[in-house]
């Protein structure tokens, strides 16, 4: 089993890390531009990244850039170029749910009074969302993906079985096919600890970054 986990983990190391920087990019510019053309169209890409099935995406990607162009490869994960292809299907569907999050809690606290009087000191605008505005957004971002890591980290099953990556997903799937119920329990199980462990470190970062957290 750990020799499963570690690839996974590995996977959703790089697939969340891609997600986030893409999220927390697009997420600043369609809050900074609310309104504009470029929140309508990082909003229509958003929706079009949540609504696009992963396997179909993987699948893809495989007829792409590995069949016609032969650039990447199709499976395995023995060097870097193996993890372009799954990361970004991975990063697909989670780089718009942090991008909407961004955005909603970035606007939120742009309404506060703080951020208001902030202004009204004459802070230069890039202080005031540096260290007002972002930083209190943070909270909800670092909780969201702390909930979203678990999740891949307890197997991205439909990336990793169109890739055929060696990870906890796949291994999930195969256990399932050939009814091998102990092994199954044990990819719940585990799923279930890395839930509850990311969630667990997001509370504690979230303690870090806002000082009116206290954990007693």
Not at 95 to 110: D, E, I
Not at 185 to 196: G, R, S, Y
Request: hydrophobic share 55%.
């Amino acid at each position: 089993m750990y020799l499963h986990l570690v690839p996974t983990a590995k996977l959703a190391a790089v697939g969340m890390g891609l997600a986030v920087a893409v999220g927390l990019l697009l997420g600043v510019a369609a809050a900074v531009r609310r309104g504009s053309w470029i929140d309508q169209t990082i909003g229509w890409f958003s929706v079009l990244g949540l609504s696009m099935p992963s396997f179909w995406l993987g699948i893809m990607l495989i007829i792409f850039f590995a069949v016609r162009l032969h650039w990447l490869p199709t499976s395995g994960m023995e060097s870097l170029r193996h993890y372009v292809l799954p990361s970004i299907t991975l990063a697909t569907f989670l780089a718009p749910q942090f991008t909407l999050l961004v955005r909603a809690s970035l606007l939120q606290v742009m309404h506060e009074l703080y951020v208001t009087t902030a202004r009204a000191k004459g802070l230069w605008e890039a202080r005031v969302f540096s260290h007002h505005v972002l930083r209190n957004a943070l909270p909800t971002v670092i909780a969201f993906i702390g909930l979203q890591l678990g999740t891949v980290l307890g197997g991205a099953v439909v990336t990793e079985t169109v890739f055929a990556w060696p990870g906890l997903g796949r291994l999930t799937v195969d256990a399932v096919s050939q009814r091998d119920v102990p092994v199954v329990e044990a990819a719940v199980v585990i799923l279930a600890v890395a839930v509850v462990v990311c969630n667990l470190a997001a509370d504690l970062a979230n303690a870090l970054v806002d000082p009116r957290i206290r954990y007693g």
